[in-house]
């Protein structure tokens, strides 16, 4: 390595401590100073009979190597070197337009030693080489943990302010990071980190690097997808911002990358400059091994060394394992035990960790190792089709309504002690927290894995009622957030088994559900009283009773319905007899009324339950990202358009069609004639085209200079309309003949749309304007009013609305004279999509907030639909304007009530949806996503409620119904399961 690179001997740095930040570590006049989010605990160290005394230890056990350990951190000199040169790389030519993110992505598995290398490894070498023009920094290292707004906001207040708890100032930072602002183009976005760090002291000669440390608890622990994208935003915005004051690092385990793309500028740094940690070289394991010993004036012997590195190398995870068992070899060098020995006694690499575990768990009484036991599962967060994580927890969440505080504390510092370490004790602006040290104990200690293989449904179930009872009380107790059946029913049972391990609250949540429930029963014993009696004095009580007692039912089967679709991860089965069930009921004659539909929570619980059964098609042609999809008006031809520069035709049974291939390069957008005869294609080879139902290329439409964005079909199918990068709109009809090319767009036209009598043609773009057009292509009306891109445009079957969405996050409508009628002011970022029903009365938008929103013809905002943990790509709603259809980023494609009523989640992309369309008949969706995937779904609620029927038929559920919802299910299905034998 070159001499500019690191020392081997010469570590040439020096590393202090002061009251406020965790380390300064300075080198050839250089300076870094570490602020930190947590403050580790310190507990008392153990005293060590020695024979000899050889110093203190100079390995970390499972603990990461942090900032203070950067002079005896070795075998990672390669890649120090590799991260400081692209470190290095992303400060250069800051201020230019192009220049990349300041955003150093680090990657690996668990236990592949990322942490370390970032916060031992990179951070020191920056006093010994500092970022060009800078001779100081400030480096704020925090892991997010639940809320990453409150890391951040505390670790800022700290550099700000010098004070270790600054409770003032980091209200006002999270306030601040939560504030939007908009930049020339009037977008919104979250940049309080750049604002925070712009206005530090010295910013400009000590610049930040905001360190984050497993990145991926932003999405094993932050459960509000809001401040998980506030987070995120903040981080890219700063990072990019060309002052050049704040650069950003994270550490990332890889089986996270997916959940990245939730985030796409995320996702993009992290494929353009992510850095993957490598397997450590024997050469580099020999170096971790050797080199704090040798330091440290006790070198090993060559035979300890060869029998680690036999235990090591080609182990997953074991770098911790290592570090752990050297820790146990130089105890044993204290107290005069030769190295080969002591690997000898405990077990080799690996079974360290489980012995000396194991060892502390057998020392514990009776009492003890159940509150170790309900420790340690508190501290797992368990994986969902990843492996399980570390939980950080309040240890005060761990007790349970039977333990004295103290004695849990005992429990846990036996395992939190300096001399092993399992657990790592903080204080979090007051708080006391633990946390297991590293995840290797959940794959390495026996006892552990068998606690986890039996508990893991009560784990998820425990941690669903904290949820509860913490809302409930957080809310001043109110009775309607209790639990009723049949989520009562399991947390009796819950409490039958587990009563000892439960919190205070828990328990207190679950009393008052009981005495609720005792309360709605002696409700209905008196309101059936009142129904059976023939007295007439009687009559009117008995009357109101039985109204009582029926919005009770109607309220109850709600909530039951609300309960089914949450605890489907749970338990599957029961789940999906209560759905149906809860079907039944609400068709009795008690409970419906003319003209009533079921509760749209019960259409939910069902749609969720038959989920997998239900996925009509899932239509998969070696195709790339699907950029755009089409149905026909009956529903029996469906279209897609992707990146693979095909068009694919499907039946409504799956069946492909033929694959119409011709463009060169990308398909952007695809439409469908009424009639099913003739289909639009255009793409990024600047052309459209039109094909038969067969198949048959039909004509090539040239004339773009640039890509197409945009296409659209007329009602009698004679007219198409195409929009492209080269700001025109451009008329042909049905015979490919070009008609009059529209101008006047100064910038991309995003999105076109033509009147049902084909007289208006609409358009928006890249100007922020919207124009319109007659048939002739004559200009009428340009209609300005946005400030930014316009995304979206859709015209009402009359011609007479017009309406808009766009970049800076209204929707506007117009009449067809080009007069504004109202600006729709609601959603907090872009509009990405907009639709309106036939009759006009019905306007629905989708933006990069995650909402979809539903507006009357006047721009009345009628409801926010929530739901979608992402942005929103694509709406569509029904010809009757009852079912509006909707598709995002979180890979699902929802369904909704004109009343805003959830309906449906239908989930199967493995990806984004980009979009989305209804057939006219109102029966079948299509979709199509980034995973390259179409996806088919009849919608239709008898098809669903038969598919669930069908699915139990066999099951001993039916064949011996013991419940009543068992029994009520079996009824339901009755008529449906006769229809197919």
Same mark, same amino acid.
């Given at each position: ?14 590393? #202090? ?11 050839? /006049? ?58 290095? %790389? ?74 270790? =708890? ?9 306030? #601040? ?136 190398? /080609?182990?997953?995870?074991?770098? *911790? ?113 633990? #946390?297991? %040290?590293? #995840? ?119 909530? %039951? ?248 996050? =209204? ?163 009755? *008529? ?6």
């Amino acid at each position: 390595m070159s001499d500019s690179g690191l020392r081997d001997e010469n570590r040439s740095i020096r590393i #202090e401590k002061d009251a406020i930040s965790s380390a300064i570590i300075s080198g050839d /006049g250089n300076r870094v100073v570490i602020y930190q989010y947590q403050l580790e605990r310190q507990l008392k160290e153990e005293k060590v009979s020695t024979t000899g005394e050889i110093g203190s230890n100079p390995y970390k056990g499972l603990l990461a190597f942090h900032e203070v350990d950067g002079d005896r951190y070795f075998g990672r000199e390669k890649q120090i070197e590799k991260l400081w040169n692209l470190f290095r %790389t992303l400060h250069e030519n800051t201020t230019q337009l192009e220049a990349p993110l300041r955003l150093l992505p680090i990657l690996g598995p668990s236990g592949s030693g990322k942490s370390s290398l970032a916060r031992a490894g990179l951070i020191p070498e920056l006093a010994r080489r500092p970022l060009p023009g800078k001779s100081q920094a400030r480096v704020a290292v925090l892991v997010p943990g639940t809320h990453p707004i409150q890391a951040l906001a505390t670790v800022l207040a700290r550099v700000a302010t010098n004070d270790q =708890t600054p409770v003032t100032k980091t209200r006002e930072f999270a306030e #601040e990071l939560k504030q939007t602002s908009s930049n020339t183009t009037d977008t919104i976005i979250y940049d309080g980190l750049r604002r925070i760090a712009n206005v530090l002291p010295e910013i400009a000669v000590s610049p930040l690097v905001v360190l984050i440390d497993q990145f991926e608890e932003v999405y094993s622990l932050c459960n509000d997808p809001n401040e998980r994208q506030i987070f995120i935003e903040n981080l890219i915005h700063a990072a990019g911002d060309r002052s050049g004051c704040v650069s950003v690092i994270i550490t990332l385990r890889s089986d996270f990358l997916g959940e990245t793309q939730r985030h796409p500028a995320l996702n993009q740094v992290i494929a353009e400059l992510g850095v993957f940690v490598p397997a450590m070289s024997t050469e580099e394991l020999r170096q971790a091994i050797t080199k704090p010993a040798s330091n440290a004036g006790h070198p090993l012997d060559n035979a300890v060394v060869s029998l680690l590195l036999k235990d090591t190398q /080609g182990r997953e995870g074991a770098l *911790p394992l290592l570090q752990f068992a050297l820790t146990r070899i130089w105890d044993g060098l204290k107290i005069g035990v030769e190295p080969v020995k002591t690997l000898e006694q405990i077990g080799g690499v690996g079974g360290a960790l489980a012995d000396e575990a194991q060892r502390i768990y057998q020392s514990l009484n009776k009492q003890e190792k159940k509150i170790a036991q309900r420790v340690f599962l508190g501290l797992v967060q368990l994986g969902e089709g990843t492996s399980d994580t570390r939980r950080r927890a309040n240890i005060d969440s761990l007790l349970s309504y039977k333990d004295e505080r103290e004695y849990v504390k005992k429990v846990i510092d036996r395992f939190a002690s300096p001399g092993v370490r399992l657990v790592t004790l903080f204080s979090i602006n007051g708080t006391q927290t633990a #946390e297991v %040290t590293h #995840e290797a104990l959940f794959a390495n200690w026996g006892q552990m894995k068998e606690w986890l293989d039996s508990s893991r449904s009560d784990i998820r179930f425990g941690r669903r009622l904290d949820e509860a009872a913490r809302v409930w009380d957080e809310n001043n107790r109110p009775e309607g957030s209790l639990w009723r059946s049949p989520d009562l029913d399991f947390l009796k049972n819950y409490y039958e088994r587990a009563s000892d391990d439960m919190t205070l609250l828990q328990v207190e949540f679950f009393e008052a559900s009981q005495q609720a429930e005792i309360k709605r029963k002696r409700l209905q014993r008196l309101a059936i009283g009142g129904l059976v009696t023939g007295l007439v004095t009687t009559t009117t009580i008995a009357g109101f009773a039985a109204y009582q007692w029926q919005n009770a039912e109607i309220e109850r089967i709600k909530q %039951t319905a609300i309960s089914v679709k949450s605890l489907l991860p749970i338990v599957p089965l029961q789940n999906l007899v209560t759905a149906i069930s809860l079907v039944g009921q609400s068709r009795s004659p008690l409970f419906s009324f003319p003209n009533q539909s079921l509760p749209p929570s019960v259409q939910d619980s069902l749609f969720s339950a038959v989920q997998n059964s239900r996925e009509k098609n899932i239509f998969k042609g070696d195709q790339d990202y699907v950029n755009s999809v089409a149905i026909s008006t009956d529903g029996q031809t469906i279209v897609s358009g992707g990146d693979d520069g095909a068009v694919r035709l499907w039946d409504s049974k799956g069946n492909q069609l033929p694959t119409l291939t011709g463009h060169q390069g990308a398909v952007n957008s695809v439409a469908i004639s009424i009639d099913s005869q003739t289909i639009v294609s255009g793409g990024n080879d600047g052309t459209v085209r039109l094909w038969d139902s067969k198949g048959k290329l039909l004509y090539t439409l040239t004339g773009h200079q640039g890509a197409v964005n945009s296409v659209a079909i007329s009602t009698d199918g004679q007219t198409i309309v195409s929009g492209g990068n080269d700001g025109a709109v451009r008329l042909w009809d049905s015979k490919g003949n070009q008609l009059p090319t529209l101008t006047g767009h100064q910038g991309a036209v995003n999105s076109v749309a033509i009147s049902i009598d084909s007289q208006t043609i609409v358009s928006g773009g890249e100007d922020g304007t919207v124009r319109l057009w007659d048939s002739k292509g004559k200009p009428l009306y340009t209609l300005t009013g946005h400030q930014g891109l316009v995304n979206s445009v859709a015209i009402s079957t009359d011609g007479q609305t017009i309406v808009s969405g766009g970049e800076d996050g =209204t929707v506007r409508l117009w009449d067809s004279r080009g007069n504004e009628l109202a600006t729709l002011t609601s959603h907090q970022k872009s509009v990405n999509s907009v639709a309106i029903s036939t009759d006009g009365q019905t306007i629905v938008s989708g933006g990069e907030d995650g909402t979809v929103r539903l507006w009357d013809s006047k721009g009345k905002l009628l409801y926010t639909l929530t739901g979608h943990q992402g942005a929103v790509n694509s709406v569509a709603i029904s010809t009757d304007g009852q079912t509006i259809v909707s598709g995002g980023n979180d890979g699902a494609v929802r369904l909704w009530d004109s009343k805003g009523n959830q309906l449906a989640t239908l989930t199967g992309h493995q990806g984004s949806v980009k979009s989305v369309a209804i057939s006219t008949k109102n029966k079948t969706i299509v979709s199509g996503g980034s995973d390259g995937t179409v996806q088919l779904w009849d919608i239709k609620f008898e098809s669903w409620l038969k598919a669930g029927c069908e699915r139990l038929q066999d099951h001993p559920v039916f064949q011996n119904p013991q419940t009543s919802d068992e029994k009520g299910a079996k009824a339901t299905c009755e *008529p449906y399961l006769r229809s197919s034998r």
